[in-house]
């Protein structure tokens, strides 16, 4: 039987006839064919450069070429006047040998010590207690978010403001702790929270109350985001909630401690606010943290080359601590099977 030539031509017009002539101009609409033909993007060549571009400006100007000057004036007499009539002289590691050789550094740097292990330490143990009893024991959701944003509540405050806030609160005459201490019968007369003893510690406990929400969401959005088929089989093995803890949920929650440790330790070597408002460094230089003398000698005495130097010498010792910290975190994970 011969075919008709309807038929012919519905077989001949089959997927040829509804696919597309890639190479006929014809068939693309007239926006697209009325582009440059050498352009094979649709957005135009610079977009790339300038999404691009901007944040290397920007990330140049304001952490690369700060940077580089730091190095070049921690090296230099430079003081505010010679900075703006631009005389200064190369005087080597003078400015180091300064900072290096001065009790009042060293001193600094122990109060330093004394922030970091009392501190943020205390912060991240803190917040990491506060997440799990949130998780682990409220289980109403609504409850949950609301003691989730009380907690958080602090950190959303400015330094600033948390430091004029604590300084009323700690105000030895008629300060709100001193009198809720004494209408508890826990003291028998006013303390002098601002004395050369406990000035320190009257910062760290503001601190605390200020930033230990930090450490609390990230290790509550970790403890969050762990498998629930682990401790429905722990619960199936007959595992104890204290087994669990110690056994489960910790250890699978070391990566995320370790990050709010790494976070708060890097802001500690940059903690100026408190102590500025607070005490400004005093009594007697007994609240100084080496952060804070680099923006006296820098912003306050106009020392610019010896504030370099300063803050060469904190930059190396929290990049050595962070190394050392990460070395450890990382043959602790090695000797696990996890890195």
Request: proline fraction near 4%.
């Amino acid at each position: 039987m011969t075919a008709t030539s309807s038929e012919i031509s519905q077989t001949e017009s089959g997927p040829k006839a509804n696919s597309i002539d890639r190479d006929d101009p014809a068939t693309f609409p007239d926006w697209f064919r009325a582009r440059k033909a050498r352009s094979n993007l649709i957005v135009a060549r610079w977009v790339p450069i300038v999404l691009v571009g901007l944040p290397v400006l920007v990330l140049f100007g304001i952490v690369v070429y700060p940077t580089i000057w730091m190095f070049y004036h921690s090296v230099h007499d430079t003081n505010m006047m010679r900075l703006f009539q631009g005389n200064w002289s190369y005087i080597g590691f003078e400015n180091f040998a300064t900072v290096l050789g001065s009790d009042r550094f060293w001193d600094s740097t122990v109060h330093l010590l004394q922030y970091l292990s009392f501190g943020a330490c205390l912060q991240v143990v803190l917040g990491t207690v506060l997440a799990l009893i949130l998780f682990e024991l409220v289980k109403n959701n609504a409850l949950r978010t609301l003691i989730l944003i009380l907690l958080v509540l602090p950190m959303m405050m400015s330094p600033s403001i948390v430091g004029v806030l604590w300084k009323f609160l700690l105000t030895p005459s008629n300060g709100a702790v001193n009198q809720a201490l004494l209408n508890l019968g826990l003291i028998s007369k006013h303390i002098e929270w601002f004395n050369s003893g406990i000035s320190l510690w009257s910062i760290i406990v503001a601190d605390i109350w200020n930033w230990t929400a930090l450490p609390l969401l990230i290790v509550y959005s970790g403890r969050v985001s762990l498998p629930p088929a682990v401790y429905e089989a722990a619960k199936v093995d007959g595992a104890s909630g204290w087994q669990v803890m110690r056994r489960i949920t910790l250890p699978m929650l070391k990566e995320v401690i370790a990050i709010a440790f790494i976070l708060r330790f890097t802001d500690a070597f940059k903690f100026v606010d408190l102590v500025y408002i607070m005490t400004s460094g005093g009594p007697a230089q007994s609240s100084e943290l080496p952060t804070y003398i680099a923006f006296q000698r820098g912003i306050r005495e106009f020392a610019i080359g010896e504030a370099a130097a300063y803050a060469i010498i904190i930059f190396a010792i929290s990049a050595v601590i962070i190394t050392l910290f990460l070395k450890y975190l990382k043959r602790v994970l090695k000797a696990q099977g996890i890195a």
